[in-house]
């Protein structure tokens, strides 16, 4: 049964390099080997930290539930390079659902995040705390440990497969997952707020780790424990953490099982069709003027999905309450500053960040009517910075004036409007180059994005985003350095040399993107069509 | 001479190792209604998909109205409408605002698309769906709506891929009815499908296609020379006949 789900596996990656194009095949095995330095660098990174302090037991806690969280999470809200089975691909093979439960539980060992993980905790272990004969039931736990990582992993992921076939709990789903993703970020900043010395500021690490040492006792954390306690010779701990460990992976198992019977037997509902209120619909909003051209016609449609997409909406909500969450926490300082206001540039940042850099992959099965339209792809792209630009402009103002006021000196309040909108211009046009060069295909109903994402559109993500990041650089010089030296009206003034620069730099990147795009239309096409 | 309404000229294209449409050269006359047969992976798709725009061939060339499609793109794609198999729309705006953005996209008169969406809904029988997102309607609505978004444009030439497939009689009716009703207005149906008898009844011309060569083209009455399409289609194509000791496991009790 295992050797069954494991080769199939083994199958699908190997089939899926085989028909890939030689960049593709490239971008695939560069992934793999970034995983493996990335489980290396982990598990050095983990063992210099259990070398490092004295609390061993503190570390080893919260490196498995950080793991955890990591295989909780990014197979919800990232696209994945891995070759997922799902258990609707085999409701109708004669597998019970704990068959069925263990067999998807061994094939997702089959993967790079597996490998990661494993490379991360063998090495960490071993280093942190030895290679000897220990080290091999350390392993052994540490594998014990990651099996209940993938079984908690696969059931949120397909109770959530059942739960999302109804439309209206995707909406629900959606806000969830924004919760879950801030939810690192709110406890994390309450950790350092409780332990902070409130005399000195100085950071005290003995009484960070002393409060995350009873992690050890949560299920994940647990694995970290028995690891620890192997290390220490302390058997008793190692007796109950075994039997802890087991009966959690047990549930954990059981819940999995459970999530697959439900998605196999019960039906999707979709209780009531959505008809729009308020008479006949039309496309174009009343309160934004916008063109009646294919530009604004794509930006009219941009703006419907923004309320109608759990997609959409779950990123722009995502991006407000980080944005919420890092300014209340890492920003206090800034509040009570005249340079409050530059908080508008963070934010445009941040709004645009979450959306721009896989445009067309939102499109997925529906770009053909782009194709066979005689509307220039360029159009399209406009349309989509334009219906982006109506969200995201007017919550840079937002911003920067809330801020301002709480500052109480409105003496930087147009630099920092100009910053946020120099900033949103520069991160667009570099959104835009992505979105062409490493387009994946996001469909629509699909929370969980893509299941395979080839590796070349990965690197172009992360290249993309690099290269953004730079081209805000001269922003933050052409306004910080007037700002340092001399005050408001220098910097108001650099502000506007900024937004030559950001803006300028826009118009003048989607010249040059209409040749990219007619050279690649076929190419994305048939990238973000694969879902179909 | 008339123009003709689609002209294919050596069209040709491989993926890999399979010839999926080999060097084919036909034209499509005006007015007609333009059935393209051929069992599955035939070549049928590659073939549509080619000549709206959708890819790119490895040779020949194709015209509509005589624009090329791939040398004039943006004029030839002005001339027709197409409906692939299984369209995937913009599900998530309801059936009107999805004909407006339709319409829009193609830099039509706003007033003009609004009196020929209503016209089209009212035809199609989607007046009171017109308001529901598209993402909740059942297949037959979906295909109505994505027909309508095609016709938007009075497209002189109409390209769809296995238009009936998984509608009911009702909804079959009528786009059959607007499909005549095309033709009658001096437009060019061009479809695939595998239902023979759709095709036998409904369409004018027809082309048989297998490893992506065209095996026979003509008139119906040419092509099928009074017998059924189904029966002559078989013969053409060399259905594979099991030899019945092959399945002699079949319908046994299970081991």
């Known amino acids: 049964m295992a050797r069954v789900f494991a080769r199939l ?108 993980t494993i490379l991360m905790f063998g ?24 099996a209940f990582m993938v079984v908690v992993s696969r059931w949120i992921t397909t109770l959530l497969t059942d739960l999302l076939r109804s439309r209206r709990t995707q909406e629900i789903a959606a806000l969830t997952i924004v919760g879950l993703l801030t939810l690192p970020g709110v406890v994390g900043s309450l950790v350092v707020a409780e332990t902070v010395d409130g005399g000195s ?76 209120r308020g008479g ?22 941009e703006l419907k999905y923004l309320f109608r997409d759990s997609r959409v909406k779950a990123q722009l909500i995502g991006g407000l309450v980080a944005t919420v969450v890092l300014v209340g926490t890492g920003g206090a300082a800034l509040a009570d ?49 334009l219906g982006w630009a109506a969200v995201s402009l007017p919550l840079v103002v937002v911003a920067a004036v809330a801020a301002a006021a709480l500052s109480g000196d409105a003496s930087y309040l147009i630099a920092g409007v100009l910053a946020g909108v120099s900033v949103a211009a520069m991160f667009t046009a570099g959104g835009n180059l992505t979105s062409i060069l490493g387009a994946y295909p996001l469909p629509e109903s699909n929370l969980f994005g893509s299941r395979n994402v080839s590796g070349t559109a990965l690197i172009f993500s992360f290249l993309g985003l ?27 003034l650099g502000a506007v040399a900024a937004t030559i620069y950001g803006v300028g730099g826009y118009l003048l990147s989607m010249r040059w993107i209409q040749r990219l795009l007619e050279s690649r239309a076929l190419w994305l096409l048939d990238t973000i069509d694969k879902e179909r | 001479m008339d123009v003709p309404a689609v002209s294919y000229q050596g069209l040709t294209k491989r993926f890999a190792d399979t010839l999926a449409v080999d060097d084919v050269t036909i034209d499509i006359p005006l007015g007609s209604f333009f059935g393209i047969v051929g069992p599955n992976g035939a070549g049928k798709t590659t073939m549509l998909r080619m000549t709206t ?69 009212r035809l199609l029988d989607l007046t009171e769906a017109g308001d529901t997102i598209v993402a909740d309607y059942s297949l037959g609505m979906t295909k109505k709506v994505a027909i309508a978004c095609a016709l938007l444009h009075n497209p002189s030439v109409l390209f769809l891929d296995e238009p009936f497939a998984g509608v009911d009689p009702v909804a079959r009716q009528t786009l059959e009815q607007i499909l005549r009703r095309h033709i009658g207005g001096g437009g060019t149906v061009v479809f695939s499908d595998h239902a023979m008898d759709v095709v036998e009844r409904l369409c004018d011309r027809i082309m048989v296609i297998d490893h992506g060569r065209v095996l026979a083209t003509g008139s119906t009455e040419e092509i099928t020379g009074g017998r059924r399409l189904q029966d002559v289609f078989v013969e053409m194509v060399g259905a594979q006949i099991t030899e019945e000791g092959d399945l002699e496991w079949l319908g046994s009790s299970p081991d």
Not at chain 1, 362 to 374: I, L, M, N, T, V
Not at chain 2, 102 to 120: H, I
């Open chain 1, 9 to 116: 596996k083994l199958r699908l990656i190997t089939n899926r390099l085989r028909r890939s194009t030689v960049i593709q095949a490239f971008g695939f095995l560069v992934s793999w080997l970034l995983a493996i330095a990335a489980g290396i660098g982990l598990g050095y990174g983990y063992g210099a930290l259990l070398r490092a302090v004295e609390n061993d037991l503190a570390i080893s806690a919260a490196v498995f539930s950080l793991a955890f969280l990591a295989w909780l999470l990014l197979p919800i809200v990232a696209a994945t390079l891995d070759d997922t089975m799902e258990a609707r691909q085999f409701e109708l093979l004669p597998y019970t659902s704990r068959q069925l439960a263990f067999g998807l539980a061994v094939a997702a060992f089959v993967g790079p995040g597996a490998l990661m």
């Open chain 1, 123 to 146: 090495i960490g272990i071993g280093v942190g705390y030895g290679f000897g004969l220990i080290w091999i039931l350390q392993v052994v736990a540490a594998i014990g440990g990651l």
């Open chain 1, 201 to 276: 500021g100085q950071f005290d690490i003995e009484a960070v780790l002393d409060g995350i040492e009873p992690l050890g006792w949560t299920p994940p954390g647990v694995f970290g424990l028995v690891v620890d306690s192997l290390e220490e010779g302390a058997w008793g701990r190692v007796g109950i953490g075994v039997v802890y460990g087991a009966v959690v992976l047990g549930i954990g198992g059981l819940l999995f099982a459970r999530s697959v019977e439900r998605l196999q037997t019960r039906a999707a509902v979709n209780k009531r069709s959505r008809r729009r």
């Open chain 1, 280 to 301: 006949i619909t039309a496309l174009f909003p009343k309160r934004y003027p916008l063109p009646r051209t294919p530009v604004g016609a794509v930006a009219a449609k």
């Open chain 1, 337 to 385: 500053t005249p340079y409050a206001p530059f908080s508008a540039a963070f934010i445009g940042f941040l709004v645009t960040a979450s959306v721009i850099p896989n445009q067309f992959g939102f499109d997925g099965g529906s770009f053909w009517a782009y194709q066979s339209s005689s509307i220039r792809l360029i159009d399209v792209l406009a349309g989509k910075n």
């Open chain 1, 466 to 492: 690099g290269l953004s990041g730079l081209l805000i650089v001269p922003i933050a010089l052409l306004i910080g350095i007037p700002a340092w030296l001399s005050g408001p009206l220098l910097a108001t």
């Open chain 2, 53 to 121: 725009g959708l890819l790119r061939p490895d040779a020949g060339a194709v015209s509509i109205a005589g624009r090329d499609v791939w040398k004039d793109p943006a004029t030839a794609k002005t001339r027709f409408g197409v409906v692939p198999d299984n369209p995937s729309m913009f599900e998530r705006l309801t059936g009107r605002e999805l004909i407006e953005f339709n319409g829009m996209m193609r830099n039509m008169d706003p007033e003009v698309v609004a009196q020929r969406r209503e016209s089209l809904l």
